[in-house]
């Protein structure tokens, strides 16, 4: 049962230009969105994240946008630069429970290719 | 100074063996995770330490144990390995209330099992 979903795995952008990544969730308790960059080799990396009560939220060329009544979010870069060439997650947080941890659920990732 | 580091960072063994993976963090983080990322790149969720006290413990085979001798440290040892156990595996840190600002990650350690 995927609660996080990234229907797009490849997206491909001309360098300059706007890249737009989306995702899908299905549980309305997440309480927290995030997106995460991968490299090869790497562990993901944090890169910027949205409160469930919140509908936007910008850090420098990284924007969040999020549409709870249609569970969407998606995330914008502008302008795009060659190093953003990564593989991008979207996830989503939950309280566990039985405890008042939190756990972060993952999408299954978009690959994005920035071209000259 | 590498965050939350993981070794071995490759492993391959044959059915059968048991192994462990080590992981470690110096953010002074109190919460750590392990995560699989299966065949389809999906990132699941194994299980959750605080404090050195389990607090997540997701649908996991029982030949996985991890242990965490303190809140810096945790490790995953995997009893009988099967071939479906063949995947790349994340350790993670972070406050205990890690949801809005994420979670660390380690370089992750790629098992192979033969």
């Known amino acids: 049962d995927q609660q996080v979903k990234q229907n797009s795995p490849s997206l491909s952008v001309q360098e300059g230009r706007i890249s737009i990544l989306n995702c899908d969730y299905t549980n309305s308790m997440f309480d927290y969105f995030l997106w995460y960059k991968k490299y090869p080799a790497e562990g993901p990396t944090f890169l910027i994240s949205i409160s469930s009560i919140k509908d936007k939220n910008e850090d420098g060329r990284f924007t969040v946008f999020l549409n709870k009544s249609a569970k969407h979010l998606s995330l914008h870069i502008v302008p795009s630069q060659p190093g953003d060439s990564a593989v991008y997650f979207c996830a989503a947080s939950i309280r566990a429970g039985y405890s008042s941890a939190s756990k972060i659920i993952f999408g299954s990732g978009t690959r994005l290719s920035i071209r000259p | 100074d590498t965050a939350v580091s993981q070794t071995p960072k490759y492993l391959v063994t044959q059915m059968g063996n048991d192994k462990s993976i080590k992981c470690e963090q110096n953010?002074?983080?109190?919460?750590m995770y392990w995560y699989k990322q299966d065949s389809k790149k999906f990132l699941k969720i194994m299980f959750s330490y605080n404090n050195k006290e389990l607090i997540i413990n997701e649908t996991v085979p029982n030949r996985f144990s991890p242990k965490s001798p303190d809140k810096a440290h945790l490790n995953l040892h995997i009893n009988s390995l099967e071939l479906g156990d063949s995947a790349v595996y994340f350790c993670a840190s972070s406050q205990f209330r890690g949801g809005n600002y994420g979670y660390t990650f380690g370089s992750g350690t790629r098992l192979t099992v033969v």
């Open positions: 953010l002074g983080h109190d919460t």
